[in-house]
């Protein structure tokens, strides 16, 4: 079989195995949500004991406190990737009114005052809670954004994760040559969403240090605020009894120092933090599947 045709395969079997969402409760969805994700958490072991590793060295490095054991938390980070996946596939299809009426958004003015200075925002924010929920929610709630996203390697079903991303409005921006479409919208004062809890190369970043460990991360926030003078603006979201919360930051104040590579560091460093705090009060909603502090042994 040729490696179109099983992106074909592929994508048919994600359409077929998603129309059942679209007329099932909400509630149930959620629950056959939860579902998907014990399923991936059993599943999927390779990713499982990644995540299961990084908290634990969170953990050994003293840089977050949980009361729960690690392996529910874990699993617990899986349900709500799963819970995820059901909410944005039902507003793909048009039917996720009672998911975005479900949103406590807060913060609004701090948008709006970032926004009236006229050098765009950089919404900052990283993979926690429902993430792609957040950027509808931006678009919803405020103005529509530009994302800052890879490709998924199936093209076809990248096509289908654009669409949800573009529902109400919001544009992507891929990496791939991303800079000079994320100056022109923060020109054009509009907003750029940056997702900076993921592992980098060494060109594109530097090792700061994230929950107690040296972890590679990204620059390209620092440089282009300090470049453009676009506001840098935390938003995160997180679940709560009744739906979500969204929560918006007043505008990141840069570093003052007059040695770039320092003031690049501390911003960095500040950036990250909101990040930080986001997964230390909500430990189960950060993808931590994801090999955050990779290479920087062998590359530091």
């Known amino acids: ?49 990644i995540a299961i590793e990084n908290m634990r060295n969170s953990l050994l490095s003293r840089a977050i406190v949980v009361s729960e054991p690690v392996e529910k938390i874990i699993k617990d980070s899986f349900k709500n990737f799963g819970r995820s996946l059901i909410e944005i596939i039902k507003i793909y299809y048009g039917f996720g009114k009672k998911i975005i009426d479900s949103v406590n958004f807060e913060g609004v003015e701090h948008f709006n005052h970032a926004q009236s200075k006229g050098k765009g925002i950089l919404l900052l924010t990283g993979h926690c809670g429902n993430w792609e929920l957040l950027a509808i929610m931006a678009s919803v709630r405020t103005s529509p954004i530009s994302i800052v996203a890879r490709p998924v390697n199936n093209p076809y079903i990248n096509k289908i994760v654009e669409g949800a991303r573009k529902k109400y409005g919001n544009t992507v921006i891929y990496k791939q040559g991303a800079l000079k479409s994320i100056i022109t919208t923060l020109r054009d004062n509009g907003c750029v969403g940056i997702l900076m809890d993921q592992a980098v190369i060494p060109d594109e970043g530097y090792v700061i240090d994230f929950l107690g460990r040296g972890a590679w991360t990204t620059k390209m926030l620092a440089l282009i605020a300090r470049k453009t003078g676009a506001a840098v603006v935390p938003a995160f979201i997180h679940r709560t009894d009744n739906g979500h919360r969204v929560t918006v930051y007043p505008e990141v104040a840069l570093s003052e120092s007059n040695e770039k590579e320092t003031a690049l560091r501390e911003d960095m460093k500040k950036f990250s933090g909101f990040i930080e705090d986001y997964i230390r009060e909500h430990p189960s909603e950060w993808l931590w599947i994801h090999r955050r502090w990779k290479r920087v042994n062998e590359d530091r």
């Open 1 to 49: 079989m040729t490696r179109r045709a099983v992106w074909l395969v592929e994508a048919g079997l994600l359409i077929i195995l998603s129309i059942p969402f679209i007329v099932l409760p909400l509630g149930f969805s959620m629950k056959v949500g939860e579902l998907l994700g014990l399923l991936l958490f059993y599943a999927w072991g390779s990713r499982r004991k």
